[in-house]
């Protein structure tokens, strides 16, 4: 397993927008998906979204429209683009890759939301 890195987390008020990148520390090749959690105290760790190697993007309903998932095949990163954010969205950001039958995991990157 190649670990991976997520960055671009902070603090940021209701309404405001966070680009978060998850990166691989060596190429990875042929990753079939890459996924972004969302996991809060005491809650289930939620599929926020995903992205296919094709370019194909799913959401969870309570981000559509405000959540933007992309890739960088080249460079074994995605993104996720956050914009009008809500203090619901608060949580520790959790991104995977899966290449064949193994998947890559990152340790999280914190997003706080709150006036």
């Known amino acids: 397993q190649v670990p991976l890195v997520e960055s671009g987390g902070g603090l940021v008020q209701p309404g405001g927008s966070l680009r978060l990148s998850c990166a691989a520390s060596v190429r990875i090749f042929n990753i079939n998906f890459g996924y972004w959690y969302r996991q809060t105290p005491g809650n289930e760790r939620e599929l926020v979204a995903k992205i296919t190697a094709g370019g194909l993007t799913t959401y969870a309903d309570s981000v559509k429209g405000r959540f933007t998932v992309s890739k960088d095949n080249a460079k074994s990163t995605t993104y996720l683009e956050m914009n009008n954010l809500k203090p619901e969205d608060t949580g520790v950001y959790l991104c995977?890759?899966?290449?064949?039958?193994?998947?890559?995991w990152g340790r999280g990157t914190q997003v706080t939301v709150s006036a």
């Open positions: 995977s890759m899966m290449s064949g039958l193994t998947e890559h």
